[in-house]
Nanobody, 125 residues
Framework: QVQLVESGGGLVQAGGSLRLSCAAS????????MGWFRQAPGKEREFVAS????????DYADSVKGRFTIITDNAQNILYLQMNSLKPEDTSVYYC??????????????????WGQGTQVTVSS
């Protein structure tokens, strides 16, 4: 049974930092490209960052580039999202997702096979 479990969300002031974690089980983690998405109330789910299963190539939405970093720990089967210089507009529910042996089009949520339940991030001004 595949599980993706996010943690690390919370309330932080603007300019602060958070590190989200996504613990994966039940799947060969090293065969999956991983992504982070977010969804704010009344808005569509949007791509945040991804990392490929082969080569560890990263991609970021323009809105978070230079502030967020996506990292995998293949030994522990954990995906991280280090978020620095947080802004109120980063407030959302953040989801991790896994895409089996997918190298391209990782900005598309439809290309992911498994999703976590989400973790709330709230940035106060």
């Amino acid at each position: 049974q595949v599980q993706l479990v996010e943690s690390g969300g919370g309330l932080v002031q603007a300019g602060g930092s958070l590190r989200l974690s996504c613990a994966a089980s039940g799947l060969p983690f090293s065969s999956y490209s991983m992504g982070w998405f977010r969804q704010a109330p009344g808005k569509e789910r949007e791509f945040v960052a991804s990392i490929t299963y082969s080569g560890g190539i990263t991609d970021y939405a323009d809105s978070v580039k230079g502030r967020f970093t996506i990292i995998t720990d293949n030994a522990q089967n954990i995906l991280y999202l280090q978020m620095n210089s947080l802004k109120p507009e980063d407030t959302s529910v953040y989801y991790c997702a896994a895409a089996y042996r997918t190298f391209y089009y990782l900005r598309r949520s439809s290309n992911y096979d498994y999703w976590g339940q989400g973790t709330q991030v709230t940035v106060s001004s």
